[in-house]
């Protein structure tokens, strides 16, 4: 079983600024499309954020121009820097990894902003 292993997150004020990141599986990282969602209180979990294999990316259009993804495939690791961070961004945060094969999801971890 893969496992993703997500660290960041935590309690910040509003107008401030998180990193996540996000070990994948190292083996199928490279071609992996990696993504992060979110699932705020009695919300369904939507996309943030996504990174194709090539580089290419894709924004909520909630967090365009504050939040960036990125991802180092030397350390298998994608990361999620959210700046500009509003009340309707607390949430948890999960990242996945998507191939043709296989979709895997990492545990979460929990970004509260606050007024």
């Known amino acids: 079983q893969v496992q993703l292993v997500q660290s960041g997150g935590g309690l910040v004020q509003a107008g401030g600024s998180l990193r996540l990141s996000c070990i994948a599986s190292?083996?199928?990282?490279?071609?992996?499309?990696m993504a992060w969602y979110r699932q705020g209180p009695g919300k369904q979990r939507d996309l943030v954020a996504e990174?194709?294999?090539?580089?290419?990316?894709n924004y909520a259009d909630s967090v365009k121009g504050r939040f960036t993804i990125s991802r180092d495939n030397a350390k298998s690791t994608v990361y999620l820097q959210m700046n500009s961070l509003k009340p309707e961004d607390t949430a948890v945060y999960y990242c996945?990894?998507?191939?043709?094969?296989?979709?895997?999801w990492g545990q979460g971890t929990q970004v509260t902003v606050s007024s």
């Open positions: 190292g083996v199928i990282f490279k071609i992996s499309r």
């Open positions: 996945r990894q998507i191939g043709s094969l296989y979709d895997y």
């Open positions: 990174i194709t294999s090539g580089g290419d990316t």
